[in-house]
């Protein structure tokens, strides 16, 4: 027997539609990447995304088209999310930061038949559009005083253009919740970019997921400014989750240092924000050295890479802002799991506090995890046990698009993530490495992440790395790279002595090296092959 509720099929601009109508005064505000502050409404975002539907169908665009962007966090990109989904083609956001064969191919494999670009890319797609024959008109996304005299580009106009010519008015079509609505590709450190392709059920549900207290916990009370960048994952789902809740929307356009942000996040009054680590350390530093305080934000997520738990504890203790660590990636829409304490654990003390908070968290309804060891058996949740993280759920990714990928599942339709975790007896979930970076030494296995997290909180390491090198006695060792803050200094004997105690002692750093930066992949994640690489050959004794 079926139920008997309404059918209504969830699509993404039934979003865009619910804040236009019952949050119609509520701004986003955004940096334009060409100058100035852009400031409107969702009523009047609603509006142009509206005037982009209409110019899309007039450009032949039809359900299913790929449509790229190769944009910052802005209004324009935010009313691309839902132009673009609304009429049934996808979104395709590229991330500018690849290097440019990897975006030449993400661009053919996707077959983009349209592409919108910021200012700050010019030079980029002059260099791409010949070599990408399936984009058939390059927008610029600005006015039309902003066009260069002349491009390679075919059919090269201006948004503001583009939009000028179309009536708003439209009424966002109907049609199967299953129906693509963006495309991401993962940053592919080893083989190619793989593409992720969402749909709008999926959509739908994550940024109701992410919603939750005990998620990201949005509300209508929130200012929420996405760091994380809207071509990484659709800025984890909060473009989506903000109209959602009808919070207001800070977008920080190409301006994504510490000043800028800092100054946008006071004028704005952002109560919440979310970022990968190094957006935060670099905050910090910068906080730290004028001795700033915020006046409004009172929360951050932070994920992507591992949270430093020395982070989490400057953020609360200097600046009263709590950060919530959570997991996730490209193939989970992003969010899987969130660190936020239960009832039962509010009496604990602030260091037994810290201890669970700095783990990546319990699964969010829609996500259901569980790690299993080599027999591909489930493990104890006993926080001890460490195996394979699988998951599964509605906003997962079964394969991917024009790549089929079928060893990524297992045969019972698990996801395979690649990461190696833990889970304790209360449901918290604890990364201890990649899958392929995990160190084995002497049989034993040691967790590169938790060196990492130690070495950041000595006062002269601004970022660290930890990779296994060779040992003829236990086959593999840890080896701690350090790239040192600006004017301090530390010794490789200081270094390693810092370690002494905090962890076991197998587990203890070999050795040391300093370098001026360390190498990292598109989306601010330590690029650990490449580290390998040029740490090749190198051994301890
Ligand atoms: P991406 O698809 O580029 O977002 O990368 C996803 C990967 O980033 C995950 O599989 C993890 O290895 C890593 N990651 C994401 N969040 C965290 C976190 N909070 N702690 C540790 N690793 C993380």
Avoid at 9 to 37: F, N, Y
Avoid at 213 to 227: E, N, Q, T, Y
Avoid at 232 to 238: E, K, M, Q, S
Wanted: hydrophobic share 40%.
């Amino acid at each position: 027997m079926q139920g008997l509720m309404m059918a209504e099929p969830l699509r993404v601009a039934s979003i865009i539609e619910h804040a236009a109508k019952w949050h119609s005064d509520t701004e986003i505000v955004s940096r334009r990447p060409e100058g100035g502050i852009h400031r409107y409404t969702y009523a009047e975002a609603n509006h142009r995304s509206q005037q982009l539907a209409r110019a899309l169908l007039a450009l032949g665009i039809e359900n299913g088209d790929r449509v790229g962007t190769l944009a910052w966090n802005t209004h324009r990109h935010f009313e691309l999310y839902y132009g673009v989904a609304g009429i049934g083609a996808v979104c395709h956001t590229i991330n500018p930061r690849l290097f440019p064969e990897q975006l030449v191919y993400i661009i053919n494999h996707s077959e983009d038949r349209l592409l919108f670009f910021d200012i700050t890319f010019l030079p980029l797609v002059e260099r791409l559009a010949p070599i990408c024959p399936t984009v058939e008109k390059w927008v610029l996304l600005a006015g039309p005083e902003h066009l260069p005299k002349e491009s390679v580009m075919p059919g090269l106009c201006s948004y503001e253009d583009l939009l000028a010519a179309q009536p708003g008015g439209y009424q966002w079509p109907s049609f199967d919740e299953n129906t693509a609505c963006s495309l991401c590709y993962t940053s592919g450190t080893t083989d190619q970019p793989k593409g992720v392709l969402y749909s709008h059920r999926s959509t739908v549900l994550h940024a109701l997921g992410i919603s939750l207290p005990d998620a990201l916990g949005c509300s209508s009370a929130d200012v929420i400014m996405p760091v994380v960048p809207m071509f990484h994952v659709n800025a984890w789902g909060l473009p989506y989750a903000a109209p959602l809740n009808g919070a207001k929307l800070v977008l920080p356009g190409a301006g994504m240092d510490s000043a800028s942000l800092f100054e946008l996040m006071e004028t704005e009054g952002v109560t919440f924000s979310a970022g990968v680590p190094t957006i935060w350390l670099a905050l910090l530093q910068f906080m730290r050295e004028g001795q700033r305080r915020f006046s409004t934000l009172r929360r951050t997520v932070v994920g992507g890479s591992s949270c430093p738990p020395a982070l989490m504890k400057a953020f609360v203790e200097e600046l009263s802002v709590t950060i919530t660590h959570a997991w996730g990636m490209t193939e989970t829409s992003p969010l899987g799991t969130a660190s936020r304490l239960k009832a039962n654990q509010q009496g604990l003390s602030a260091d037994e506090k810290a201890a669970v908070l700095a783990k990546q968290g319990r699964a969010v309804f829609g996500v259901d995890m569980k790690i299993v060891g080599d027999d591909g058996q489930a493990l104890p949740h006993d926080g001890v046990a460490f195996g394979d993280l699988l998951v599964r759920g509605p906003w997962v990714v079964r394969d991917y698009f024009r790549t089929p990928t079928p060893g990524e599942l297992t045969a019972d339709g698990w996801f395979r993530t690649g990461d190696v975790a833990t889970v304790d007896p209360t449901g918290f979930m604890q990364i201890t490495d990649r899958s392929k970076d995990v160190i084995k030494s002497g049989g034993e296995w040691i967790s590169s992440i938790d060196l990492e997290n130690l070495a950041v909180a000595h006062p002269a390491v601004a970022e660290a790395a930890v990779i296994g090198v060779p040992s003829a006695r236990w086959s593999e060792r840890p080896l701690l790279v350090i790239v040192r803050r600006p004017g301090m200094d530390v010794s490789a004997e200081e270094m390693l002595g810092f370690f002494r105690g905090k962890v076991a002692k197998f587990c203890e750093p070999d050795a040391v090296e300093f370098v001026e930066q360390l190498p990292h992949t598109a989306t601010g994640k330590i690029l650990k092959t490449q580290l390998r690489k040029d740490f090749a050959g190198y051994s301890v004794a």
